[in-house]
């Protein structure tokens, strides 16, 4: 696959107005993305599971203008939001190559999220991911040709431009991103469906997200993405990442899940050990966030059950466990973990495997 492949070289048809809508979930990485060289290509491969309620939805109203040049309006929960147009803005320059039309129109953005939007909860990889999707749909009005395999695939190429791990947001299930030398067909332009066999328990996995806090993270993922250029310990850290894509391969096939629980902890702990190592150093959760994982091995020592937890670049503690498991899980956050959450709050989700509709 090669970033070509996304110039359009065909004549568009002419179209004056039109409104496309779309609506993307969230993910949440297994192997973390954590490190990148421009333009978003990521330092490391990764896989994530799709969810399913955390939505975005976006429209776009496209209306033809006569002079050439970006210019859209944004609109967050029906309200005008100045404050997030130079992040779009931003994302609308790194998409012209490839989306040259879009200078050729003003836009009206309208946005808005299934969760909370001050919950703490990251909402870049959905708010992107239906951007991008609106922006293919538009595209797919002046180029009636354009196949739904490629929709998908511009898709998630221009997603990814946005916020890198926006692209995993468009195939639904499990989708890697990044390439891995096991997996057939990734490449590190944008997420693909993960190719293999995938046990059942899986499917149906459930993600309760406990709101440790709910406000404005510190420090920015790009930054901290751009702190791995240095790391001391960045190469080995984006080895240890191939392999543990390597072992998820047999252990998403046979259903192992004391080894999957191994895999995507270290997974979340080794994420922060680098924010904690890298210069400057920070440290993004909080004490909540230890005393929930605490009680996670001490529930898991007493009774077995396969919960674990993992985390992104916030405080925020996602619970993964089988959906066979969820009554236990269920009076545990009732009766213990709830009380570490922020107003006692937290989202049940599960994960997605419907690919976006197109
Ligand atoms: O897509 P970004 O730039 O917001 O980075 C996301 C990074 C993590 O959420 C921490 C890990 C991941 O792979 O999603």
């Known amino acids: 696959m090669v970033v070509e492949e996304f110039i359009p070289n065909k004549k568009f048809k002419f179209i004056d107005h039109a409104i496309v809508s779309s609506e993307s979930p969230s993910n949440i990485a297994l192997v973390k993305y954590w490190g990148k ?3 978003q290509i ?11 309620k955390c939505k975005t939805t976006t429209s776009i109203s496209f209306q033809k203008k006569a002079s050439k040049g970006i210019s859209f309006k944004f609109f967050f929960d ?3 939001k100045d404050s997030f147009k130079p992040k779009i803005q931003n994302f609308f320059k790194r998409i012209i190559p490839f989306c040259p039309y879009i200078e050729d129109y003003s836009m009206e953005i309208n946005t808005k999220n299934t969760f909370p939007h001050s919950s703490g909860i990251a909402s870049s990889a959905s708010g992107l991911s239906a951007l991008a999707m609106c922006i293919v749909q538009f595209e797919s009005l002046l180029d009636l040709d354009m196949e739904i395999g490629f929709i998908k695939r511009k898709a998630s190429f221009l997603a990814r431009l946005g916020s890198g791990s926006a692209c995993r947001s468009i195939e639904g299930g499990l989708v890697v991103w990044g390439q891995h030398k096991e997996v ?4 590190d332009l944008l997420g693909v469906k993960y190719p293999f066999e995938v046990h059942p328990i899986f499917l149906d996995y459930l993600d309760t997200i406990l709101l440790v806090d709910k406000g404005q993270k510190q420090v920015s993922s790009s930054l901290g993405h751009d702190l791995m250029h240095k ?4 190469p080995q850290r984006f080895d240890q990442a191939h392999r543990h894509i390597s072992k998820l391969i047999p252990i998403f096939k046979t259903g192992d899940l004391s080894n999957f629980i191994k895999i995507v902890e270290l997974e979340a702990l080794t994420l922060h050990a680098m924010m904690m190592s890298s210069d400057p150093y920070f440290i993004l959760m ?3 966030t230890i005393n929930i994982i605490n009680e996670i091995w001490k529930f898991r020592n007493l009774t077995s059950v396969p919960l674990c937890f993992t985390l992104d670049a916030g405080s925020n503690v996602h619970l993964l466990y089988p959906k066979t498991s969820l009554k236990q899980v269920t009076i545990l956050i009732e009766n213990c973990l709830s009380k570490y959450c922020q107003d006692g709050q937290f989202i049940n989700d599960k994960v997605g495997n419907g690919a976006q509709s197109v």
């Open 37 to 39: 060289i421009p333009i």
């Open 42 to 52: 990521p330092a490391n491969p990764s896989i994530s599971f799709t969810l399913n």
């Open 78 to 80: 029906g309200l005008l």
């Open 184 to 187: 057939v067909g990734s490449t």
């Open 231 to 234: 790391h001391p310990f960045g």
């Open 286 to 288: 909080k004490p909540n």
